[in-house]
Structures are given as structure tokens and as C-alpha cells.
């Protein structure tokens, strides 16, 4: 696997990636990440034996069930602790600022818009996938009710993984750069195409949101608009694009690590650094199954 060398957008944030295939000890990662401002660390031995689940939660502040749906992910996520990972994307009307009403933030980002299109188009909110199985009994694809999700996870989290992942990273609060690393093993020997997508998500912010009054977190009681709701897991951005980059061609063999390293530069202000996480997941490109999902908080 050669390195792939990305070229550098030019944007409000300024992102850098880049990624190579290694053996031990680490070679230096060179390309696109700024190591200047992002040297490249030392990944301890990976320990982990288990396959990962990301959930993805279409969601939006006017959509009335999408509390409950968010209670059920937080309760799977409390109850199996980081085998489950959970992205929120707000999207569609339901996201939509309202102006002159209390509905005025604007969750939405382009990558949330474009997976909704591309994988749940028409399909009403809230709506959920997990690792973009299709052998869900669901009306789509792809596509599951919340009703149905905690059923269908479960089925999912005793499979053995073929690949491991883990992230690294840091932040400087005087320039707001974010530093993050993932690296990309291989367990087993692989033998199609495999992209990796980073992804930002910020925790516990306290916005408006409507509410149907029943079936979510008990601490909202019966109301119906909630000044105070706790907003998880929310895209801020898919840092290295919608559908990341293709960094297995054709095949890898087991034991083989890919490093991706990656800076965002000027990370926007209104994101509170102490509950932003970054999201590494790795999927088959000939199916969009995800084949391994982590998630680090963003170290101080």
C-alpha cells in the first residue's frame, strides 16, 4: 500500500490528512498532516477483541420522536460502553432553523445531508442504521426503527473483528488545532477495497428541542419543548469527507497497520473542545458495511 498524499482544500477550516501503510517500529507519516503541529505518536499494542458498532441517527430539533430514539442509544451505549458508538446527524426540515421561534440552531452539516440522501432518501426521522447491515428486516435497505434497533444490535456484538482501530489525538486551545491519528490494522487477511472515514461529534449541548412527551430520558418528564435538552453524539464534521478516503486497495494481510494522520486547523469556536470526540470507522466500499468503528475523546 503506497502513501496516499491528499490535496489540501481550501475552506473556512483548513484540513490536512494523510495516511501510509507501516510495519513496526513506525516510519514518519509525511503528506498532508502538518506534522509540525501534529507529530506523529507512538500507538500502544491494540488489546481489543471485539467488533464495534456505530450507530447513525438521523435526527432533528423539530422532530418529536427523535428524544426517544436518542434515550435508546444512550441506554445501549451506558449498558455496553464503547462497543457502541453513535453519530447524530441532523438533517431535512426537521433541522431546519426556525426563525422568530426557540428553534434557531443549526445542527446540519453537508455530510449528514448527503448520507441521509444517499441511504435513507424519503424516509422519515427518526431513522437509524447500524453498521449499514443490510440484513435487517426494515422497509429500506439500510434502514432501522428505533423500535427495532436495541433487537438488532445485539445481534451484532459478538461478532469477531477483522480489523482493529485506535485514535490519538490532541488539541491546541491558542490556535484551536485538532491533532488525530488513527491507525488501521488488519487481523485478518483482507482482500477488496476499504475506506476510512474521521468524523468530529460533539456531547452535551444544551439546546431547544421538541418532544412528544413520552418514551425518552424520564428526566424531560411530559414536555413537549424542552429548553434544556441534552443534544449527543451531534456531526460537527466528516473530517477527511463524507465518505473518507480509500486508504485498502485490493488486499492486506494480517498484521499489516495503515496510520492516518490528520489536522484541522481553526476548529469553529462554538465547539467546546472538553466533549468533542473523534470518530474513526473503516468500511467495505463494494457494500458500505462497517467493519470497525472507535471513537476518542479529543485530549486536552
Known amino acids: 500500500m503506497k502513501m496516499k498524499n491528499l490535496i489540501l482544500i481550501a475552506i473556512t477550516i483548513i484540513t490536512f490528512t494523510s495516511c501510509d501503510k507501516i510495519t513496526e517500529p513506525y516510519e514518519e507519516v509525511t503528506g498532508g498532516v502538518d506534522t509540525n503541529l501534529c507529530p506523529e505518536p ?15 441517527d438521523f435526527t432533528g430539533h423539530t422532530c418529536t420522536f427523535c428524544p426517544v430514539a436518542a434515550y435508546i442509544i444512550d441506554t445501549m451505549k451506558q449498558n455496553r460502553g464503547s462497543q457502541i458508538v453513535a453519530i447524530g446527524m441532523h438533517v431535512e426540515n426537521f433541522a431546519e432553523p426556525l426563525s422568530g421561534s ?12 448527503d448520507l441521509k440522501n444517499d441511504f435513507a432518501p424519503g424516509i422519515g426521522l427518526p431513522t437509524l442504521m ?17 423500535y427495532y434497533i436495541s433487537a438488532n444490535v445485539s445481534t ?54 421538541k418532544y ?6 424520564p428526566v424531560y418528564g411530559s414536555q413537549t419543548e424542552i429548553e434544556k435538552y441534552n443534544h ?28 492516518t494522520g ?18 474513526a470507522y473503516l468500511y467495505k466500499n463494494s457494500t458500505n458495511e462497517i467493519v470497525q468503528v472507535t471513537e476518542q475523546h479529543v485530549s486536552l
Not at 426557540?102 to 445531508?113: A, E, V
Open 42 to 56: 507512538t500507538f500502544p499494542v491494540n488489546t481489543n477483541t471485539k467488533r464495534n458498532v456505530l450507530i447513525e
Open 102 to 113: 426557540k428553534f434557531t440552531t443549526d445542527f446540519r452539516t453537508t455530510s449528514g445531508t
Open 130 to 146: 447500524a453498521n449499514r447491515i443490510d440484513t435487517f428486516s426494515s422497509p429500506k435497505k439500510f434502514n432501522i426503527s428505533y
Open 156 to 209: 451484532l456484538l459478538n461478532a469477531v473483528p477483522d480489523v482493529n482501530l485506535q485514535i490519538i489525538t490532541s488539541f491546541d486551545a491558542s490556535n484551536r488545532t485538532l491533532c488525530a491519528y488513527v491507525e488501521t490494522e488488519a487481523l485478518n487477511n483482507l482482500t477488496e477495497d476499504y475506506s476510512l472515514v474521521i468524523a468530529l461529534t460533539e456531547d452535551s449541548i444544551i439546546d431547544w428541542q
Open 212 to 217: 412528544s412527551g413520552s418514551g425518552g430520558d
Open 232 to 259: 449527543s453524539h451531534v456531526l460537527r464534521k466528516n473530517i477527511n469527507g463524507t465518505y473518507g478516503k480509500t486508504i485498502i486497495t485490493g488486499n492486506a494481510t494480517a498484521g499489516e497497520k495503515i496510520i
Open 262 to 279: 490528520t489536522t484541522l486547523k481553526n476548529v469553529n469556536s462554538s465547539w467546546d473542545e472538553h466533549h468533542l470526540y473523534v470518530v
